[in-house]
């Protein structure tokens, strides 16, 4: 393993149960997914000792569908961040340009898939982090529609946003790995069977079988507002890989989607208000790290949490601000409000469109260190994936090609449950 690139934080084996679609398929897994009897740290010194005594639903289905896990990724500490440089683990370099970051924050998954440590990986979607290190590494990613796959075992950040999603290195693969971990689950109430939506159409034979590259008659719209401000090399190569579409019969429609402007905000008060209430959990007490205190209750808990990284500590007090007395109204009700507005927008755009098109990632791959020294650009990054998530739907990305020899990412988000559309779609950008 290329121990350079730092794309796993441990490495250990659980071996699939031989038969099945993904036998001789080597698997990664992000470390905020739960494998019984390997540890599972979040990229946090909370939980650098932290060994699950269960497995996450995905992680049972992999291994019963034949799949290898060969590891536990790194990652942004509890998935916040958008360069795979807030672990504590150290960052992961990206295989493309070891001087660059890798994207975030499922970074380790996606370097792992393109240096070719696994053939699949996992990561979770919680804002961008699944689409964000795919468009950088170059591989595939997917975030399902929200219900679509199991978070039972995944280490919560924000339950109303993030999704556990596959990455490869072709879309097939992708969306082999998606039929393998989709459908409904006892222990996940949030979990929906596509196949009782009406119109959601799963393909006979899963999701790889929507991978045949037909996209002849598909409406793609085109968003001004997700091109608006994005780095003129990204925005060339991924206008190249949507006329590609046009090459194939699909028609191409300028649309406008006028509340993705309020969705990176939003969405930062929305995670960080759910964070500060999921990582209320780390007390010393249930799970992980305990400092060694004289203290009483809250003099413990307090030094207990100093082991959490910077970006986790700003989030919380983010959070816990904007859900104050007080402040709840002015900050969350109104990211609240937005998060409607953008769910509409897209509602309303797919009434017209099949799929929407954009650039994944409006930048190209920052350079180690850029987005320590500068969260607040980190956060724009996630200007073009946050929307998605805040509408739950789903979507991919795809490489659309290079620009100045680093990956640049095509993202097609689709309707709720029209994952066979986006891959369609996808499948054809990727064989042109
Ligand atoms: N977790 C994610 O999906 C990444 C996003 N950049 C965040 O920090 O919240």
Redesign the pocket.
Known sequence: MAADLNAFITEETIEGDGEGPLADTTVAVKDNISTAGVRTTCGSEMLADYVPPYSATVVERLTDAGATVVGKTNM?EF????TTETSAFGPTRNPADPERVPG???GGSAAAVAAGEADVALG???????R?PAAFCGVVGIKPTYGLVSRYGLVA??NS??QIGPIAGTVEEAAEALSVIAGPDPNDGTTRDPAAVEGAGVPQGGYAAAADGDVDGLTVGVPTELFEGADERVVETVEDAIACLEDRGAETVEISLPSVEHAVQA??VI?TGEASSNLARFDGVRYGHRADSDGNWNESFAETREAFGA?VKR?ILLGTYALSAGYHDKYYEKAQDAREWVRRDFEDAFDDVDVIASPTMPVLPFELGEGLEDPLR??L??AN??PV?LANLPAISVPAGEADGLPVGLQLVGPKFGEATVIRAASAVEDR
């Open positions: 942004d998935g916040m961040g958008t975030g924050s499922s979770s979607d919680t804002g961008g982090s699944v964000c950040y924000a946003l993030e969405y930062y995670a970006e989030r980190m956060y990054a996630d994936t946050t998530n």
